[in-house]
């Protein structure tokens, strides 16, 4: 069990909906659905979560035979195909406003080849259960071809705190299993993301932009994670809560337009 209390639980989650841009009402569902406990959350999303893994021929991560880390695999993987697909329109609308700083469009494009390289390890070992997005306009500041960074920042700092979250429960699923080599590669990516929290922390006009002394977990397990980020808006497979419309994850993904290092865990 996470070890905050259920009032510090949803007053973090409260904030999450919020920087992600979540509707009054969506976000008010959600909250009441986390007041009545963990269980009521995960049984709003269970329909997601039985998504199996698409069928093919590639190698599958570990499992500890009670389907914990397949759970977790699958939902990984298909949220790094959703971070991909997020960034390949972001880059597409920066590139439409000269007016975005060139040190910002450089981090969005190292984000890009980080989040990249992400997909690129666990898809080796998990599938999503799916690559058909619906991703709300307020995410990028607007429909179309609108861009504003203060909403951007908002969006990825509420993003990558339930991804960060999604990594730890990766590092505890995989230390319970007895498999401390993912465990630690979760947390690789769990250090990763939280370097991208900061910079959305930043764009959101934090001050500070790095202000915790350890990453916050709130929920232990994949389908409060996913029931959070259903809550905010956006769909996996079908069609969100807020105002957006679906992209596709692109495949083949667009090559990283800047090189970076460490591009597997280790």
């Known amino acids: 069990m996470s070890r905050y209390s259920p009032s510090s639980s949803i007053e973090v989650l409260d904030r999450v909906l919020r920087d ?17 406990g963990a269980a009521g959350v995960a049984a709003a999303s269970a329909g997601i979560l ?15 035979g009670d389907g914990s880390i397949d759970d977790w695999g699958v939902f990984t993987s298909t949220t790094e195909a959703l ?47 799916t690559k058909h997005f619906w991703i709300p306009d307020g995410f990028f500041g607007g429909a179309d071809d609108a861009l504003d960074l203060t909403a951007v920042g908002k969006g990825v700092s509420g993003g990558e705190t339930l991804f960060v979250n999604t990594y730890l429960v990766g590092v505890t699923t995989f230390a319970e299993a007895g498999d401390p080599k993912f465990a ?62 679906f992209y596709d994850f692109p495949d083949p993904p667009m090559a990283p337009p800047m090189p970076i290092s460490s591009n597997e865990p280790k």
Do not use: C, K, M
């Open 20 to 36: 992600t841009s979540a509707p009054t009402g969506a976000r008010r569902r959600l909250l009441q659905r986390a007041a009545v």
């Open 50 to 64: 039985a998504s199996s893994a698409l069928a093919d021929d590639r190698p599958h991560g570990p499992s500890n």
């Open 83 to 129: 971070t991909v697909t997020i960034l390949d329109e972001l880059l597409r609308r920066t590139s439409l406003h000269p007016e975005v700083p060139s040190d910002v469009s450089v981090t969005f494009d190292a984000v890009y080849a980080a989040e990249l390289d992400h997909w690129n390890f666990i898809s080796q070992h998990f599938d999503p259960s």
């Open 184 to 245: 630690r590669y979760a947390a690789e990516a769990a250090g990763d993301e939280s370097e991208h929290r900061v910079l959305g922390q930043t764009l959101a006009g934090a001050s500070p932009p790095n202000n915790l002394g350890f990453e916050e977990f709130v929920f232990d397990n994949v389908g409060d994670i996913e029931a959070a980020l259903v809550g905010a808006g956006f769909g996996l497979g079908q069609e969100g809560t807020s105002p957006g419309r």
